[in-house]
């Protein structure tokens, strides 16, 4: 499909939605296409571009009315609660906005790159002063610790990623994973005591779910717990989620249970 003839699918469904503008995802769908198709004919912020072609202000403008200060206001305060860097799952527990994708979709901005541009930002605010002086201790640990910003780098590297199309088994998003994340790491399959899904350089295990039952979110949960205590963090990725409240529910108690046991894990829905 050409510009032109998304400009005319846009608007044929607009109409068919009685004047309402159509969202990204049910645009697709009901054009047929994937987002790389709609990517590379308007680029960057592909969705907004096209909305603009066809006079209308794009649904984006929502999130971007969260400016940059008040979300560095939220993290500041919640640096100074927890009195250490926090992870995304103490941002998701908050129920702040917008959420970590949103932030890197609108100001281009990775979660492990925020405590940098706080300081920057906030460094001649002494209000902040106490915040500031958390992150620079902060960073000087990280910068020394390998295993901490590897760990960072790969939930970045997951939040990144799409999956090119819903998969009918989680065997497909696995292998889809794994062809995305071995450009980038050293990476196994289902070895070593704990048998995660992936490991990544010998050190961060990962685990693959599509649309978990209950007993299979139960499951996850001492999957994670098993590998956090061989390898010392883990990752959980979600995917094709039928029942949202079945993973908030999971996403509460997952938090919860790792903050009990002080283990360092995240939990990423795709």
């Known amino acids: 499909m050409n510009k032109e003839n998304f400009i005319e699918q846009y608007k044929k469904l607009k109409d068919l939605n009685k004047g ?47 400016p940059i200060n008040q979300i560095l206001d ?30 890197s979709k609108v100001h281009n901005i990775k979660w492990s790159e925020i405590p940098n541009v706080f300081v920057k930002e906030y460094s001649d605010r002494p209000h902040w002063k106490d915040v500031i002086e958390i992150i620079k201790s902060t960073a000087e640990t990280t910068n020394t610790d390998k295993t901490n910003k590897t760990f960072k780098e790969i939930v970045d590297k997951l939040l990144s990623w799409t999956p090119d199309r819903k998969r009918i088994i989680e065997e497909g998003y696995k292998i889809e994973l794994r062809n995305y994340l071995e450009k980038h790491f050293k990476l196994e399959e ?42 010392g963090s883990a990752i959980a990725v979600v995917t094709s989620i039928s029942s949202e409240d079945r993973f908030k529910k999971f996403q509460r108690l997952f938090i919860e249970i790792h903050n009990k046991l002080d283990m360092t894990a995240e939990l990423i829905k795709k």
């Open 74 to 103: 939220q993290y500041g305060e919640l640096v100074r609660r927890n009195n250490s860097l926090p992870v995304i799952a103490d941002w998701t527990q908050a129920k702040l906005r917008p959420s970590i994708e949103g932030i």
């Open 190 to 231: 289902e070895v070593g005591e704990s048998n995660p899904d992936l490991l990544l350089n010998k050190k961060f295990p990962i685990e693959v779910k599509k649309d978990p039952s209950q007993s299979e979110y139960d499951r996850l949960l001492g999957q994670m717990i098993r590998h956090n205590k061989l390898y």
């Open 20 to 66: 309402q503008k159509p969202l990204c995802k049910d645009f697709l769908k009901f054009c047929g296409v994937h987002k790389r198709k709609l990517d590379e004919v308007f680029g960057r912020n592909a969705y907004s571009k096209l909305q603009e072609e066809c006079g209308d202000n794009p649904n984006l403008l929502v999130m971007e009315r969260t």
